[in-house]
């Protein structure tokens, strides 16, 4: 895999599983079925593409202790959300219905530790990553200081509403384009 793929593929699925959200809302509830299984297929393959681009970000930041540690945490947020993911798939090929996804989904959050785990803690780590390492290599003029305003938006947006996913989605795009446009090589092994 080659880092520009990765820079403008990442964002792309992340953007797919947005607007398949949207699509499998419109008629009242989201999921179980087809919209539901592809759209979070999608944001899986956009996970495992950024937790790549953390490895080449720390490469491009210095691979001091910063870098190492934001990679770190990223990574260890996209490993939270592709658990977090894998449930959601695997509840909805379980249940028949809305109401049987939100039994199994009580039933997994009630497990001590799950909720922090996969839900409401490290998942978030996969964000404060991704905004450490894009300031520093803003910072270390590797990107320009401008990108860092795409990052925000692209942050914030699916605070304000999931729905705007695929517009946040866009924005990362344009926030790791000066990248896809920089000779690269892959990370290097750890």
Same mark, same amino acid.
């Not at 793929?5 to 797919?16: E, K, V």
């Not at 930041?61 to 870098?67: H, L, N, Q, S, V």
């Not at 039933?107 to 490290?122: E, H, N, R």
């Given at each position: 895999?080659?880092?520009?793929? +990765?820079?403008?593929?990442?964002?792309?699925?992340?953007?797919?599983?947005?607007?398949?959200?949207?699509?499998? /809302?419109?008629?009242?509830?989201?999921?179980?079925?087809?919209?539901?299984?592809?759209?979070? =297929?999608?944001?899986?393959?956009?996970?495992? =593409?950024?937790?790549?681009?953390?490895?080449?970000?720390? @490469?491009?930041?210095?691979?001091? +202790?910063?870098?190492?540690?934001?990679? +770190?945490a990223g990574i260890a947020g996209v490993a939270a959300l592709l658990v977090q993911?894998?449930?959601?798939?695997?509840?909805?090929?379980?249940?028949?219905?809305? @109401? /049987?996804?939100?039994?199994?989904?009580?039933?997994?959050?009630?497990?001590? /530790?799950?909720?922090?785990?996969? %839900?409401? /803690?490290?998942? %978030?780590?996969? %964000?404060?990553?991704?905004?450490?390492?894009?300031?520093?290599?803003?910072? =270390?003029?590797?990107?320009?200081?401008?990108?860092?305003?795409?990052?925000?938006? %692209?942050?914030?947006?699916?605070?304000?509403?999931?729905?705007?996913?695929?517009?946040?989605?866009?924005?990362?795009?344009?926030?790791?384009?000066?990248?896809?446009?920089?000779?690269?090589?892959?990370?290097?092994?750890?």
């Amino acid at each position: 895999m080659t880092p520009r793929f +990765a820079l403008i593929a990442a964002p792309l699925f992340a953007c797919a599983y947005g607007a398949i959200r949207i699509v499998d /809302g419109l008629d009242g509830s989201r999921g179980p079925g087809f919209a539901w299984t592809a759209g979070h =297929l999608a944001f899986m393959a956009a996970l495992v =593409l950024f937790a790549w681009l953390f490895l080449w970000f720390r @490469e491009l930041a210095g691979r001091d +202790a910063p870098a190492t540690a934001s990679a +770190a945490a990223g990574i260890a947020g996209v490993a939270a959300l592709l658990v977090q993911f894998g449930i959601d798939v695997a509840v909805g090929f379980a249940a028949a219905d809305q @109401e /049987g996804m939100s039994a199994l989904f009580q039933q997994v959050t009630s497990v001590p /530790g799950v909720s922090f785990l996969v %839900y409401d /803690g490290l998942p %978030y780590l996969f %964000y404060v990553a991704q905004l450490v390492l894009m300031i520093r290599l803003a910072v =270390l003029r590797v990107l320009p200081a401008w990108t860092l305003a795409p990052v925000v938006v %692209y942050l914030a947006l699916p605070i304000v509403s999931k729905d705007l996913i695929p517009v946040s989605a866009l924005f990362m795009l344009v926030a790791l384009f000066p990248l896809v446009r920089r000779p690269v090589t892959a990370p290097a092994a750890a």
